[in-house]
């Protein structure tokens, strides 16, 4: 199939293009526990289910399955799914996102009674947790913060002192009363965090806004937990539907899945830009433990698809998978020709053409690892975008994506258009599309 005269629509639900990527009301519950900013939709998740007619007796793969997307909405169809994440912050979101056998009035009880203890002691050191309550009599050195090693890994002012002691209070708390409701307690803890008690922003890119100085912590995290409650009781009769989760990069060989038992994937990988997940993510993910230092960083950016500068390390050769790809190679060129031109001459500005092969090359990794775990005519959506990052240099992701999996025995099927979005970088609108692909059957 030639994929550069596919010009199809996604119908998706009769909505417009700027609300086309985003949660809708009836998909909140689960779903907006914890997610990354920006997540594919879970209609786009249920339109490709419905689509490729998948049922029951099926078995959804998403592997790259960041904060539960594709595999919670799996579990609410009914069907089983298997998600890899190499992101611990991530891996633990979609982990407690699909564990639904939670009591919720005990998981409320629970919290009750942690939010109690949290108040007590705050109390006992002249706070009250509101904001600017006018009787808070406290020494700003008795404060508990974090290590100075960790306070490096942060965003600078991205939590104030004051709402981090309360935060840090509570989270001893809940590690001191550990039990069956600290998973999702500790998940509530990090939207809560995140959203009420931190100053950071998101636009989409992480950044710091307004210094709050003073706010709730307890009552935010425990409302959290009630709501969290709440959509328990409405799934609870789907909770025997299994949904395994790997902790793992889908670079690798996974040899903890059998092979073909998949019959669809339904993923969105990253895309060849500047998103450094492991920075959207990172109060949250030094908070709960998850990162501790510069070691641990690097380790773990190590196990992720090359998509940013950010992640870049000497020995990578992940580009190897695409040394003969004659477009890839020419979309390189074109940037480093391009920074020639514009005397551009940043450490990161000269990774641009080498994040982009291996960008593509990890991908085709990917694509070759899991092609042993899918099953004969399974059916695969890919949601991916162009991007314009890199010294306003075109990447047409999908159609490249395309190309190599067809290098690989896969058959393109499509490349639907699912939206388009505005780049600031050439300020126009550029494509983002849902890749289309089918591994062929036995004998052909």
Not at 57 to 75: A, H, M, Q, R
Not at 342 to 365: N, Q
Request: glycine fraction near 6%; hydrophobic fraction near 35%; include cysteine.
């Amino acid at each position: 199939m030639d994929t550069t005269q596919s010009n199809s629509n996604l119908d998706l639900i009769a909505l417009n293009n700027h609300v086309r990527n985003k949660i809708q009301p009836d998909n909140m519950p689960v779903h907006d526990w914890y997610r990354f900013v920006l997540s594919f939709p879970p209609h786009l998740v249920k339109y490709y289910i419905e689509k490729f007619g998948l049922n029951e007796n099926s078995i959804i793969l998403d592997p790259f399955c960041g904060t539960g997307t594709t595999v919670v909405e799996s579990k609410l169809s009914g069907i089983g799914a298997i998600g890899i994440e190499a992101h611990p912050m991530a891996y633990f979101a979609s982990k407690v996102k699909t564990n639904w056998k939670v009591d919720p009035d005990g998981l409320v009880h629970h919290a009750e009674m942690i939010a109690n203890k949290a108040d007590e002691t705050l109390n006992s050191q002249g706070i009250v947790d509101v904001p600017f309550f006018k009787e808070n009599e406290y020494r700003s050195e008795n404060l508990e913060t974090l290590s100075p090693e960790k306070m490096g890994l942060l965003l600078k002012n991205s939590i104030s002192p004051l709402p981090l002691h309360k935060a840090l209070l509570l989270l001893h708390h809940l590690t001191n009363e550990r039990c069956e409701f600290t998973d999702i307690e500790s998940l509530a803890f990090a939207k809560s965090v995140v959203q009420n008690s931190s100053n950071l922003k998101f636009g989409p890119e992480v950044g710091v806004g307004v210094i709050k100085k003073d706010v709730p912590v307890i009552a935010p995290w425990l409302s959290q937990v009630k709501r969290m409650a709440e959509d328990l009781r409405r799934v609870h009769r789907g909770s025997d539907v299994r949904v395994d989760l790997i902790n793992e990069d889908s670079r690798t060989s996974l040899n903890q899945i059998t092979a073909e038992s998949v019959d669809a994937v339904i993923t969105s990988p990253p895309y060849p830009n500047e998103k450094d997940y492991t920075r959207t993510t990172r109060l949250e993910s030094v908070m709960l433990g998850f990162i501790n230092d510069k070691q641990e960083l690097q380790n773990l950016k190590k196990t992720l698809l090359r998509s940013n500068t950010r992640g870049i390390y000497k020995y990578d050769d992940d580009d190897s998978w695409i040394s003969d790809n004659k477009k890839v190679n020419e979309i390189a060129d074109q940037i480093e020709k391009r920074r020639i031109e514009l005397g551009k001459t940043s450490g990161f500005e000269r990774m641009y053409p080498r994040v982009t092969k291996l960008y593509f090359g990890g991908m085709a990794k990917h694509l070759k690892n899991i092609s042993r775990l899918l099953k004969p005519g399974a059916k695969l959506a890919y949601v991916v975008g162009d991007q314009a990052s890199y010294l306003r240099v075109v990447i047409k992701t999908g159609e490249l994506l395309a190309e190599i999996a067809d290098s690989l025995g896969y058959e393109v099927v499509d490349l639907e258009l699912f939206r388009t979005r505005f780049a600031t970088a050439t300020k126009e609108q550029i494509r983002e599309e849902v890749l289309l692909l089918r591994w062929p059957q036995k004998g052909k």
